[in-house]
């Protein structure tokens, strides 16, 4: 059964940061590449960044050099460092591995995400 629980979002200024965190059940989440995802209202869900079990990132060009992902293994636990955030930042916050592990395992299933709100 997937177990992911996304934590940190709320209410921040533009221009502001907020860390977010995500708890998972370890397995499959710990030996792969895991990703923040966001989801605006009215749009598609979109990758924001992802990070290797090694360590090594990735990030939505819209977000390069304002955010910054991590993980803790020993914690089964991933972060999302977001600052100078902006209106448009405004999303659900989701945790996932990476869409290919998704494809190849068949998993289907997404936490309840964290609602980011940046007001202007």
């Known amino acids: 059964q997937v177990h992911l629980v996304e934590s940190g979002g709320g209410l921040v200024q533009a221009g502001g940061s907020l860390r977010l965190a995500c708890a998972h059940s370890g397995g499959i989440f710990s030996v792969n590449t895991m990703a923040w995802y966001r989801q605006a209202p009215g749009k598609q869900r979109e990758l924001v960044a992802d990070?290797?079990?090694?360590?090594?990132?990735n990030y939505a060009d819209s977000v390069k050099g304002r955010f910054t992902i991590s993980r803790d293994n020993a914690k089964n636990t991933v972060y999302l460092q977001m600052n100078s955030l902006k209106p448009e930042d405004t999303a659900v916050y989701y945790c996932?591995?990476?869409?290919?592990?998704?494809?190849?395992?068949?998993?289907?299933?997404w936490g309840k995400g964290t609602l980011v709100t940046v007001s202007s």
């Open positions: 996932n591995t990476d869409t290919t592990t998704m494809l190849v395992y068949g998993m289907h299933d």
């Open positions: 990070v290797t079990e090694g360590g090594s990132t």
